[in-house]
């Protein structure tokens, strides 16, 4: 493998970044990102989802029989978000009541899988691991840009804490506390994205 | 054993199976007294939220000092079940709280709920635990909700399945109704009929083992 983890770190998070290249793990892009804390946590989640399960499922890729490689993955990725979950159960209750069922999904986010599937089941643990940890902080930067956006807009606040001169210049969109907020940020992300970082 | 042969495989699957089972057990194992922990405080926070108290601070300490200074806890095993109940110390004719246990679309839905002395009203309604649908059914917990059933009449000369109504009704009478949750109306349904069912079920232990007549 020619790719150097600087390589394979820059493609997963700028050019081929798997939110706006292949649209992929946007449910909760959609869902988590009304409150940068949430998203903060949802982005741990998934990076050490991905790096687990891509540094795994590379370690075992000889081992694993073909016609059960699908479920393989699919039990590796579960265990570690199982173990995301109840972390963050313990650590941050309040913070697991609102993302929980979130934190749960992250074992439907089709890009952990599909890194899994596309790179990890071929390629040595090291690069496996760049890879899983450039698609995590790609998932992540969208998300992060988008609670950017949404909680100032939507509540007046970043990581809770008050804008400067809220009461004077602040008026609530609630459209951005709502899930089609995240739409609306997710196609001007996507649309910004493919115009200046991506080349077609 | 060949890779691809029917043993091998099953072998496989079987000892990874065991080896992340037992790695998620390990964890959950190890996280067990703070999940209790959180479990308490999360208990102890929304009954004191219910009753409208106030703490020291936002500790769980705090909660449960305020808990053990300010509630009177009864448990009472009643038709094969246990049910906490919870009055204010030091006052007559306290509002009366208990834990409700009902059913969602998915799994669970549990709180408490505090009542009038006479029954008559709701004074609150809180969520201990439900696993609805995000964005739609999940919206139970949403306090713009929450704050319909305070001070809601509960029709208890209606039928039992319509003492409270969540939801449009037939009868125009707006003081034992609140509006559904738009998009989850099964979710309201089924918390209509479980808050419905555990009231007269809270009725008949309040008649049966007459605990407010010894306040």
Redesign the interface.
Known sequence: MADTPRNILTQGIFSENAVYRQVLGICSAL?VTNLLANTLFMCVGVIFTTVMSNVTVSL?RN??????RM??QV??IA?YV??VD??I???S?DIHRFIG??VGLIITNCIIMGRAEAFASQNRPWPSFWDGLAAGLGYSMVLIAIALVREPLGFGTVLGMDLPGKDIWWYQWTIMVM?PGAFFMLGIMTWIARARLVKE | MKKESTAYTIFFILSLTLFFGAGVSLVHHLTRDMLAENELMHHNRTLIKAFGLETQGSSAADYLEAVENKLNIRKVVFENREWEVYTLKDQESSPVGFVFKGRGIWDVINGIIVLEHDLQKMLSLEFLEQHETPGLGARIEEEWFKEKFKGLKVDWDNEKKHRIIIGTTAQPDPENQVDSITGATQTSQALMDSINRELDAFKRLIQEKQILDRD
């Open positions: 869902a075992l081992h694993i029989p073909k016609r059960v479920i393989t039990l590796i265990s199982m173990m109840i972390v159960k313990a650590t209750p069922p979130y899930p």
